[in-house]
């Protein structure tokens, strides 16, 4: 019998100790994913994540050979033209064998016209080429960095936790693709932005709908002007303007 009780109280002195460190061991992994979750939720996580892509972007902006996309040289002859005239309804169609295709009857025309005036400026004070698409490539890193900002006030606005929208926003940053197209010529710069800015007042005017069921008219008129700039950045953006126009239709009608 003294031999079967000191057994038990063998058995019994490992079970508990084995219990207490697997206690431990879980305090320890909650602490530990605790504090993972405050450093991702914390302000210095996002501009370290939002300042190594500034950087891999700039890099890439400096260093990346002419034409790195297929068409960066279609942009920037683009942007040339555009800058030979006022308005951008003068722009004429370039002689030689149409490398802008359809130059004059394109849609997605705002990029190259708005990236016409900083041109100008420059090539008034260089005339070295390379200066050109390298300033020029910096303002489209300036674009997506601005359109990054935007889509982390929405997503927080939407009352995604700052957590999801730094692991969101953290991952598309650290992507290797997307510091290479913020790095140079493209339209899909100033695109970005301006869909930030479009999704972000759209909604705040679905918010107010639903919150005052009344239609907040100066609200819609700048939620309609953004979408109008940005389909004429990429024409490409109309069925998501569409889709967006009739919901809000819809949305009136309904309330």
């Known amino acids: 019998a003294s031999h079967y009780s000191h057994i038990h109280m063998l058995v019994s002195y490992h079970c508990w100790t084995a219990l207490y460190y697997l206690g431990?061991?879980?305090?320890?992994?909650?602490?530990?994913?605790?504090?993972?979750?405050?450093?991702?939720?914390?302000?210095?996580?996002w501009r370290i994540m939002f300042?190594?892509?500034?950087?891999?972007?700039?890099?890439?902006?400096?260093?990346g050979r002419?034409?790195?996309?297929?068409?960066?040289?279609?942009?920037?002859?683009a942007i040339q033209e555009y800058a030979k005239v006022i308005f951008p309804w003068q722009v004429t169609q370039p002689p030689g064998p149409a490398e802008l295709s359809a130059f004059t009857t394109d849609g997605s025309y705002l990029y190259h016209y708005f990236m016409s005036?900083?041109?100008?400026?420059?090539?008034?004070?260089?005339?070295?080429?390379?200066?050109?698409?390298?300033?020029l490539r910096l303002i489209d890193v300036g674009l997506v960095a601005v359109g990054f900002v935007l889509f982390r006030r929405m997503l927080l606005e939407l009352r995604m936790s700052k957590v999801g929208a730094h692991v969101v926003l953290g991952l598309i940053l650290l992507m290797p693709m997307t510091p290479f197209l913020a790095g140079q010529l493209t339209y899909d710069a100033l695109f970005f932005t301006?869909?930030?800015i479009t999704m972000l007042l759209l909604f705040r005017l679905v918010r107010t709908l639903y919150?005052?069921?009344?239609?907040?008219?100066?609200?819609?008129?700048?939620?309609?002007k953004a979408a109008l700039v940005t389909l004429q950045?990429?024409?490409a953006f109309f069925p998501a303007?569409?889709?967006?126009?009739?919901?809000?239709?819809?949305?009136?009608?309904w309330l």
Do not use: N
């Not at 300042?51 to 260093?63: D, K, M, N, R």
């Not at 002419?66 to 002859?77: K, N, V, W």
């Not at 005036?117 to 300033?135: E, F, G, K, N, Q």
């Open 24 to 45: 431990m061991k879980k305090t320890y992994t909650s602490l530990l994913c605790g504090r993972i979750v405050s450093i991702i939720a914390s302000s210095w996580f």
């Open 51 to 63: 300042g190594l892509f500034v950087v891999q972007a700039v890099y890439i902006a400096f260093v």
């Open 66 to 77: 002419f034409s790195m996309a297929f068409d960066e040289h279609f942009h920037l002859a």
């Open 117 to 135: 005036w900083p041109y100008r400026l420059m090539a008034m004070l260089t005339d070295s080429v390379t200066t050109h698409i390298i300033l």
């Open 194 to 196: 301006m869909c930030a």
């Open 211 to 224: 919150a005052s069921q009344m239609v907040p008219l100066p609200l819609a008129l700048w939620t309609g």
């Open 233 to 235: 950045v990429k024409y």
């Open 241 to 253: 303007v569409l889709g967006a126009g009739l919901y809000i239709l819809g949305l009136v009608i």
